[in-house]
């Protein structure tokens, strides 16, 4: 167990729909990062947060939304949902400092749009 | 721009002997990091192994070690007395500015019985 949880694990929504994917970080890790794992593009780093604030942005399209709230939980929004979009998407957190900050991953949400 | 390359989409190897998984990475940054993720069936990654640019020494972590050849750019994971249960995807990843990660495409790894 990686110490990184994600919720729900599996989510199965319509076209255009929205939803909302939650990870909770390991605790006392600050920085929390999202990844998409599709067939087609593999593993992409989406967005990364850190104590709250955007850190870094990668391959997010304007369609998708991030925050970090006060209790370092992270919440990632999906919306006007494509079938494009279906895939494993990944949280992870690191914590703050140098060295060896590897990223421990949550399960993933596996979202199937249909 | 940072790239990391896997060239073996899949990989058979016998039960208890040794395999190698390739990777090798391009990059101008002088220090980064290195990883291997594992990636079984059921969806998680699992943390392997990591060698920072600095390191002298090539890391080992049980039963895994990296082959880390600087000037080469390669960052080979070298899996020892390989088990039914390594069975799985490979990923080979490098962090850069600030943490964030980028991801090789991968190498399936059968093991035979």
């Known amino acids: 167990d990686s110490g990184v949880t994600q919720t729900p694990k599996h989510l199965i929504t319509a076209t255009g729909q929205r939803v909302t994917l939650r990870c909770s970080p390991r605790?006392?890790?600050?920085?929390v990062y999202w990844y998409q794992q599709s067939l087609d593009q593999g593993l992409q780093f989406l967005i990364q947060?850190?104590?709250?604030?955007?850190?870094a942005k990668g391959n997010i399209l304007e369609r998708f939304s991030a925050q970090q709230f006060p209790d370092l939980h992270s919440e990632l929004n999906l919306s006007s949902l494509e079938l494009g979009d279906s895939a494993l998407y990944f949280c992870?957190?690191?914590?703050?400092?140098?060295?060896?900050?590897?990223?421990?991953f949550g399960q993933g949400t596996r979202l199937t749009v249909v | 721009a940072q790239k990391i390359t896997q060239t073996q989409p899949g990989m058979f190897v016998q039960e208890k002997e040794a395999v190698t998984l390739d990777c090798t990475y391009d990059?101008?940054?002088?220090?980064?990091?290195l990883f291997w993720y594992k990636q079984p069936s059921s969806g998680e990654m699992i943390f392997l192994i990591y060698?920072?640019?600095?390191?002298?020494q090539n890391a080992t972590e049980g039963r895994y070690s990296l082959n880390f050849q600087k000037a080469r750019k390669s960052a080979n994971l070298v899996i020892s007395a390989s088990q039914l249960g390594d069975s799985a995807m490979y990923f080979c990843?490098?962090?850069?500015?600030?943490?964030?990660?980028?991801f090789g495409q991968g190498t399936e790894l059968s093991v035979k019985p």
């Open positions: 992870a957190s690191s914590p703050k400092g140098p060295g060896r900050t590897e990223a421990f």
């Open positions: 605790s006392g890790d600050l920085s």
């Open positions: 947060y850190y104590n709250g604030e955007e850190r």
């Open positions: 990059t101008s940054d002088q220090s980064y990091g």
């Open positions: 060698q920072g640019s600095y390191d002298e």
């Open positions: 990843a490098m962090r850069y500015q600030g943490g964030k990660l980028i």
